[in-house]
T-cell receptor, first 116, second 114 residues
Framework: AQSVTQLDSHVSVSEGTPVLLRCNYS??????LFWYVQHPNKGLQLLLK??????LVKGINGFEAEFKKSETSFHLTKPSAHMSDAAEYFC??????????????FGRGTSLIVHP | DTEVTQTPKHLVMGMTNKKSLKCEQHMGHRAMYWYKQKAKKPPELMFV???????INESVPSRFSPECPNSSLLNLHLHALQPEDSALYLC?????????????FGDGTRLSIL
């Protein structure tokens, strides 16, 4: 089974400073990895995905992530935080189940706090 | 605006009531999902429908009964729920449920059991 570990439950930054949200994965095959964001009382929104093409993936709202196979990592970054980035972020890996279904496996989530 | 629409947005029900949650998408997606999410936790998968057939049931209690009437609609029928069932219920869809396909989520139904 695949799994993801989000190393930080909370990350606190000041507006205008860089953001780093860390994610490590374990996978017995080439993984498909995603980052989603969830604002309060909202559903999850896809930020970006990696599916074995370019290792540096650009997403929406200035976010990007780099797939590093040697480190089994897929960290999410943004050069400059905005107040509107304050939300919960989930790293997700596709897990193959018996019967051939692919099911998302979620990390525990990282709460991003942005100070003015 | 989300492309997956869930109704109602909020629902309060007693433990003896019967109610239903509804989810609709018009993106032509053939895989649809129900999740339960407690506060400050990731979503927990409940059910997966693939081409309108139930493909995964994550050992969900029978008081939750899913239904997929057609490729655009997904329902979750609720009966005799317990207080611990209070949560945000999220619906999602993906093109075909493949390994590289992201999910599109609705904004959820906030369910409170009295």
């Amino acid at each position: 089974a695949q799994s993801v570990t989000q190393l930080d439950s909370h990350v606190s930054v000041s507006e205008g400073t860089p953001v780093l949200l860390r994610c490590n994965y374990s996978s017995s095959y080439s993984p498909s990895l995603f980052w989603y964001v969830q604002h309060p009382n909202k559903g999850l929104q896809l930020l970006l995905k990696y599916t074995s093409a370019a290792t540096l993936v650009k997403g929406i709202n200035g976010f990007e992530a780099e797939f590093k196979k040697s480190e089994t990592s897929f960290h999410l970054t943004k050069p400059s935080a905005h107040m509107s980035d304050a939300a919960e972020y989930f790293c997700v890996v596709s897990d193959l189940r018996a019967g051939g279904s692919y099911i998302p496996t979620f990390g525990r989530g990282t709460s991003l706090i942005v100070h003015p | 605006d989300t492309e997956v629409t869930q109704t109602p947005k909020h629902l309060v029900m007693g433990m003896t009531n019967k109610k239903s949650l509804k989810c609709e998408q018009h993106m032509g997606h053939r895989a649809m999902y129900w999740y339960k999410q407690k506060a400050k936790k990731p979503p927990e998968l409940m059910f997966v429908y693939s081409y309108e057939k139930l493909s995964i049931n994550e050992s969900v209690p029978s008081r939750f009964s899913p239904e997929c009437p057609n490729s655009s609609l997904l329902n979750l029928h609720l009966h005799a729920l317990q207080p611990e069932d209070s949560a945000l219920y999220l619906c999602a869809s993906s093109r075909e449920g493949g390994w590289d396909q992201p999910q599109h989520f609705g904004d959820g139904t906030r369910l409170s059991i009295l």
